[in-house]
């Protein structure tokens, strides 16, 4: 009897690689939003920190300005205890802290933290 080598992927190995590559999907389906939303928040504190003269106002009416166009792009999980301004000698600093938390299949959930601190004078000049 001549018995031939069996060469290719079993249905069981083809079946794993596809659950593999389906789960992959999906969590990258849910987790670029997070990202495009980041860039979307990073965007917003360059632009409040350009605007004329961004370290003679108040840590408030900064947080206003954010607030508002964090809001225009629908970005709503950004809280003011997620926002910190801070005066110093040579330049302000301003930074968001933040986590968001995304469900993925039943009771498992990616969690993505993010912090992004920038100058703002430096960029104001």
């Known amino acids: 009897?001549?018995?031939?080598?069996?060469?290719?992927?079993t249905?069981?190995?083809w079946l794993m690689?596809?659950?593999?590559?389906?789960?992959?999907?999906?969590a990258g389906l849910?987790?670029?939003?997070?990202?495009?939303?980041?860039?979307?928040?990073?965007?917003?504190?360059e632009d409040v920190a350009k605007e004329q003269s961004p370290g003679k106002k108040s840590p408030t009416t900064i947080w206003k300005s954010i607030d508002k166009r964090l809001h225009i792009n629908n970005v709503r999980y950004i809280k003011k205890e997620n926002f910190k301004y801070e005066r110093g000698n040579l330049a302000d600093t301003m930074t968001i802290k933040y986590e968001v938390r995304t469900?993925?299949?039943?009771?498992?959930?990616?969690?993505a933290k993010f912090e992004k601190s920038m100058d703002v004078k430096t960029l104001a000049e």
């Open 1 to 9: 009897m001549n018995r031939k080598k069996q060469i290719g992927a």
């Open 30 to 45: 849910k987790l670029i939003p997070v990202y495009m939303q980041y860039g979307t928040i990073v965007s917003v504190m």
């Open 103 to 111: 469900p993925l299949f039943g009771n498992l959930d990616a969690v």
């Open 17 to 26: 690689l596809v659950g593999i590559l389906g789960f992959l999907a999906v």
């Open 11 to 13: 249905f069981i190995t």
